[in-house]
């Protein structure tokens, strides 16, 4: 596919043409997908296939923030500033890892916080192209990586950042990223560090199917995680305008994640 061409650091001022499907029944969310004016013709691209996505300037933000109305990346900054705030934690000392990047809008907003060193991982370098196309003073750097899998070379510049904050806003779940590629990322936050995370609200409940369920739990119930806060809030809309909802969970790590937790 053919991407627009703009400059580095400037989304297009002009909107795309979107249409979503006629109102369909029961559609997850990994199953939805729209159609999108790209050159004169329309694509049928599906919302989990971010690749394409991302390739088209402005498209993710259109869709997901303007269209769908998606709250997370606000909602996950703001509740980590007010955990930092009462927790008395000085914005300058925060070395935030930011899992599941995209291209960047999560960045932009811990950007805002003022931390010491900000550093993304994606699994595809689709997301790292457009975080430095079209957000390029974000992120001190940023990578592209299967955090269960990576080289030592990068593993070592990994632990030579000396995290103390993960973020990972609207990644966990469906086929994206595994209790595997967390805890390889929480296991690079130091001891008393900050974790922000969302994930849907029907990977908490018993009828989870993810395995986000039984591992957060354990998290938590085994002193692994201090939880300080849990909040059900409207994610976005799905297509046929109905609410999805997610948990925002802010809490401190106390150790790492022990391998028998992911058997
Ligand atoms: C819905 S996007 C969210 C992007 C960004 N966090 C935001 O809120 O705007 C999910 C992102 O997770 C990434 N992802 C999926 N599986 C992953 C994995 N195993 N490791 C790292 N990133 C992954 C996808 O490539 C995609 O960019």
Redesign the pocket.
């Known amino acids: 596919m053919a991407s627009h061409d703009f400059p580095a650091g400037k989304l297009p001022e002009t909107s795309l043409e979107i249409r979503l499907p006629q109102r369909s029944d029961q559609v997850d969310q990994d199953a939805e997908h729209c159609s999108v004016l790209v050159n004169g013709v329309w694509q049928d691209i599906r919302f989990h296939d971010?690749a394409r996505i991302?390739r088209i300037p402005g498209l993710?933000e259109q869709l997901?923030h303007d269209v769908l109305d998606?709250q997370?990346?606000d909602v996950i900054g703001k509740v980590l500033k007010e955990e930092l705030q009462t927790g008395g934690y000085e914005p300058e000392s925060l070395r935030v890892l930011?899992?599941?990047?995209?291209?960047g809008?999560?960045g932009e907003q811990l950007r805002r916080v003022g931390p010491a060193h900000l550093v993304g991982?994606?699994?595809?370098p689709e997301?790292r192209e457009a975080a430095l196309r079209d957000r390029p003073d974000v992120y001190d750097a940023y990578h592209v990586?299967?955090?269960?899998n990576l080289p030592a070379d990068l593993l070592g510049e990994l632990t030579r950042a000396r995290f103390n904050t993960l973020c990972?806003?609207?990644?966990l779940g469906y086929?994206?990223?595994?209790p595997a590629?967390f805890s390889a990322a929480f296991n690079l936050i130091s001891d008393r560090g900050w974790i922000a995370f969302n994930i849907k609200d029907r990977f908490l409940s018993d009828e989870d199917t993810s395995g986000f369920a039984t591992f957060i739990r354990r998290l938590r119930d085994e002193g692994v995680l201090e939880l300080l806060s849990s909040s059900r809030y409207r994610h976005r809309r799905n297509v046929n305008g109905e609410p999805l909802y997610y948990v925002a969970l802010v809490g401190r790590k106390h150790r790492d994640i022990p391998a028998e937790f992911l058997d």
């Open positions: 971010y991302y993710y997901f998606c997370s990346p930011d899992l599941g990047a995209g291209n809008l999560v991982v994606d699994i595809i997301a990586a299967d955090l269960t990972c806003v609207a990644a086929a994206d990223i595994p590629a």
